[in-house]
């Protein structure tokens, strides 16, 4: 038997059936490249320790750098994963003398925990990267539409009138949550197991800190044993990115029924769009169902994931290579639907005519006008409630003789003998002079959106700051890792 991993202990082959069911090479594509500097960082080290000597370590980083540029298809794909693949055709290329040496001081289980951080914290970097993207649309959007009118909902029922500003920036601070979870799961996902070994570390005398650090870990995390059994980090992103998701599913569904010709609020560029097979006049949203839809995938990735980890005792289990598969597909399927999102935002056509007329559809303004009853005629609210509730039942425009003749009947004198007068009640029948009332912080009132947006920016720019520090710290530490591999060789 070739196998170098079966060939000790084992004495016969697996069957395609079961090779087919315990592999995890399909999903170790994913991690080919980390897997690469891992193995870099520790032959190194190995080196450095003098556990191994310099000439092995020159060889295997040439050997190693060898299927760095041949990409994994040179890889045997018979093998369970890429870990032993990838060290087999490391023995091809040097022989075993060198290339048995590299694994010294290590397992598959410290290695594989690593490479998923590795390749996770890419897939956080570009997410975020994506995100900032679409949460500065929105905020861009926005600030051409401070004076936008438009009707809020609740219970999807016409409320109150708002503007188009306010509306959008309050996915684009649900999206702002997202980025910051993110942001903090990434302090999580990028510290280092490796030299965890199986789980009770090594005898050899290998430095764990050194590794971390040519790796671009912000440190080497500290119990061997929880730092091979653990996922956590994988339930905390995908939960992150599940958020995420059902942020965006809200958009889409808002972009779905505002497309309707019954709101008929917005209309998406026709590259986002689809059409009929059937009816030649359709305009689908399809892109943005797909992404209401996605979401189904995302939260079913999460349920995975947490469902594998219960109940596992320490340490590893190979059901942890499950796992896997379902932060993959969870990562890259948020990043898409981000990008999407941005690109349905950044065309989107806004019909402010049909949204200005629809503000004061269903007596948005009835809110306003109980107010104002309560400001100029000095009546107690739930009064003015049940004034205003009585008259929306036969009219959304009431005049003040309406008002007085209702007043009179449940209170027994008329607000304009209290100080209410003609003109404040149109003005809180005005949607726009209602929206400027809304001057409280976190309101619609385009002077204080004004503010929101400029405070907004700044978070922003804050933010990608950040996010850029963490790209950099990364790049600089895989530089730095290859120049060293150069060097060695
Ligand atoms: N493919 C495995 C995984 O994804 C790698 C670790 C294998 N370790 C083991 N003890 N079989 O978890």
Same mark, same amino acid.
Do not use: T, V
């Given at each position: 038997m070739s196998d170098i991993l079966r060939r000790g202990r084992l004495s016969k082959n697996p069957g395609e059936e079961m090779r087919a069911y315990t592999s995890s090479m399909e999903a170790d594509k994913w991690i080919f490249e980390a897997d690469v500097y891992v193995d870099m960082a520790h032959t190194l080290m190995l080196s450095e320790q003098e556990i191994i000597s310099a000439e092995d370590c020159s060889k295997i980083l040439f050997g190693l750098l060898q299927i760095k540029e041949e990409?994994?298809?040179? @890889?045997? =794909?018979? %093998?369970?994963?890429i870990h032993i693949s990838l060290e087999s055709r490391l023995i091809d290329l040097i022989g075993e003398e060198a290339g048995g040496r590299m694994h010294s001081g290590r397992s598959r289980n410290d290695e594989v925990a690593t490479c998923i951080r590795f390749a996770l914290r890419g897939e956080l970097l570009s997410l975020l990267e994506d995100l900032m993207k679409l949460d500065t649309t929105l905020t861009t959007l926005a600030s051409e539409h401070i004076h936008t009118l438009m009707p809020g909902f609740t219970h999807l029922q016409h409320a109150q009138p708002t503007t188009f500003a306010h509306h959008l920036m309050a996915h684009a601070d649900a999206l702002e949550r997202d980025i910051s979870r993110l942001i903090s799961a990434y302090g999580r996902v990028n510290i280092c197991p490796l030299g965890s070994a199986a789980f009770a570390s090594t005898g050899f005398p290998i430095n764990r800190y050194v590794t971390a650090e040519r790796l671009g870990f912000s440190g080497a995390m500290t119990n061997s044993m929880d730092a091979v059994s653990s996922r956590d980090f994988l339930i905390e992103c995908a939960a992150a990115f599940s958020n995420t998701m059902i942020n965006l599913s809200r958009m889409a569904e808002e972009l779905i029924l505002w497309s309707s010709q019954e709101f008929n609020f917005v209309e998406l560029d026709d590259t986002y769009a689809s059409t009929s097979s059937i009816m030649p006049q359709k305009k689908n949203p399809d892109t943005a169902e797909l992404m209401r839809g996605k979401s189904g995938t995302v939260v079913g990735a999460f349920a995975a994931l947490i469902t594998i980890c /219960? $109940? @596992?005792? @320490?340490? %590893?289990?190979?059901?942890?290579?499950?796992a896997t598969p379902h932060i993959i597909k969870s990562a890259h399927v948020t990043d898409a639907s981000v990008r999407m999102m941005t690109g349905i935002m950044d065309t989107l056509a806004v019909n402010t005519g049909i949204m200005d007329a629809q503000s004061v559809a269903g007596f948005t303004t009835a809110t306003e006008l109980a107010d104002t009853m309560v400001r100029d005629? $000095?009546?107690p609210f739930r009064t003015a409630h049940q004034i205003v509730g009585t008259l929306s039942r036969t009219t959304t425009t009431p005049t003040l003789q309406e008002i007085d003749s209702v007043s009179s009947e449940i209170? $027994? =004198? /008329?607000?304009s003998d209290k100080g209410l007068t003609e003109a404040a009640v149109s003005g809180a029948l005005d949607p726009m002079s209602n929206v400027e009332r809304r001057l409280v912080v976190g309101g619609p009132a385009p002077i204080q959106m004004r503010d929101d947006l400029t405070e907004k920016k700044r978070r922003l720019s804050a933010l990608q700051k950040q996010i850029w520090d963490m790209d950099l710290a990364i790049e600089r530490a895989l530089d730095n890792l290859e120049e060293e591999v150069k060097k060695a060789i």
């Open positions: 990409g994994m298809d040179m @890889l045997d =794909f018979s %093998y369970e994963d /219960k $109940g @596992l005792p @320490l340490s %590893y289990n190979r059901d942890l290579q499950e005629a $000095g009546i209170l $027994g =004198f /008329k607000l």
